[in-house]
């Protein structure tokens, strides 16, 4: 049996990396801040949106192809930058990225992820865009970013929506940290000394804490276009006039996240706000969505509301959990499946025919 046929529906994969991985582990990974009210607003808001599927169109052959800064995908999705992969399976960070040049889509590599980015670089040669928080250590930062240069990453993403560790109640009621002796590699660099923690409530905030700059201002992107000519992606947009400005300041585009729920509760779900910051964009960069993704549908609902490619999260961790790398290739296949079934239902035969006229509002 073909690794991607080993799960028929994506609940498959809960009940399987629900039971490998410990509670705290598991709290740590899949849910959210404080009340999760984010967190379950994003699926309630992609849930909300209704289809107005067109019919009779030819849909025998349905291309799901789509692009991002110039690399073609099998489906226009990434996976998204998630920490602590090395919690869940010994390879960490590398179970993904093969998971992800075989299927042939592109793996945004976080930096709170183990192994270095070396290492998931020389893994393969397929695409990978490097996920950066800007700290205050100037040399640090400088430091990643050449080392991601020399390295092949496409492009950057600089994620701006952590300033502080947004305060995760069920790691705090877990004592939740890392497991002793696991470092993540990805967050030191030779010659770099950690800063002191900062208001840490959990082991894990304070182990991050040296990651996350509060004093980072708008004055980053420019800096990061200074140190690199790859494109700068901006991670954590929520706003029109913040897309407008990320735009202006040279960013190549912006992901319109909420960080999974993750940081501030009470923050909008992503795909509510997406279509006034694709029109605040107005082409000027790439917008991409983050947050709630997990069927083929979402998928098409993002790019009918202007979104270029979606980020794939919780699914690739329910698959990774579930069966390691060939859990995310499993993962990946039933995603491909459903969309290229429902745009086939939705009358749409290629992805340039998804427009804002398929989805209406409850």
């Not at 997406?274 to 964009?281: I, Q």
């Amino acid at each position: 049996m073909q690794e991607e046929e080993q799960y028929a529906v994506l609940h498959e994969f809960v009940g399987p990396a629900k039971r490998n991985l410990s509670r705290q582990t598991w709290d740590y990974l899949m849910v959210g801040a404080e009340t999760e009210t984010t967190y379950i607003r994003n699926r309630v808001a992609l849930d909300s949106l209704a289809f107005r599927p067109r019919v009779l169109r030819d849909v025998e052959k349905v291309d799901t192809s789509g692009k991002l800064l110039g690399q073609k995908l099998r489906i226009p999705a990434i996976l998204a930058p998630i920490g602590s992969l090395q919690d869940i399976v010994a390879e960490g960070g590398l179970a993904p990225t093969q998971a992800a040049a075989r299927f042939g889509i592109m793996h945004m590599l976080s930096s709170a992820c183990s192994p270095g980015l070396e290492a998931v670089a020389a893994a393969n040669d397929h695409p990978k865009i490097f996920q950066l928080y800007v700290r205050g250590d100037a040399a640090w930062v400088d430091d990643y970013v050449q080392r991601a240069v020399a390295h092949g990453y496409k492009a950057l993403c600089l994620t701006v929506d952590a300033p502080l560790l947004g305060r995760r109640e069920r790691d705090v009621k877990n004592r939740f940290a890392l497991p002793a002796g696991l470092e993540i590699a990805n967050l030191h660099a030779a010659g770099y000394a950690r800063l002191p923690p900062a208001r840490a409530d959990s082991g894990l905030a304070a182990y991050v804490a040296d990651l996350l700059d509060p004093a980072l201002t708008w004055d980053a992107i420019d800096w990061l276009r200074s140190l690199t000519k790859l494109p700068v992606l901006v991670k954590g947009i929520v706003r029109a006039d913040d897309a407008r400005r990320a735009i202006a300041a040279g960013a190549a585009g912006v992901v319109v996240s909420n960080h999974g729920g993750r940081q501030l509760d009470a923050a909008p779900a992503t795909i509510d706000v997406l279509a006034r910051v694709v029109d605040a964009v107005a082409g000027g960069g790439e917008v991409l969505l983050d947050g709630g993704v997990r069927r083929g549908t979402d998928v098409i609902k993002a790019l009918a509301l202007g979104a270029r490619a979606v980020l794939v999260g919780r699914p690739v961790l329910w698959g990774l959990a579930a069966n390691g790398r060939p859990g995310v290739a499993a993962a990946l296949a039933m995603l491909w499946r459903e969309l290229d079934l429902a745009m086939a239902l939705c009358g749409c035969a290629d992805i340039a025919s998804i427009g804002r006229d398929l989805v209406a509002p409850p």
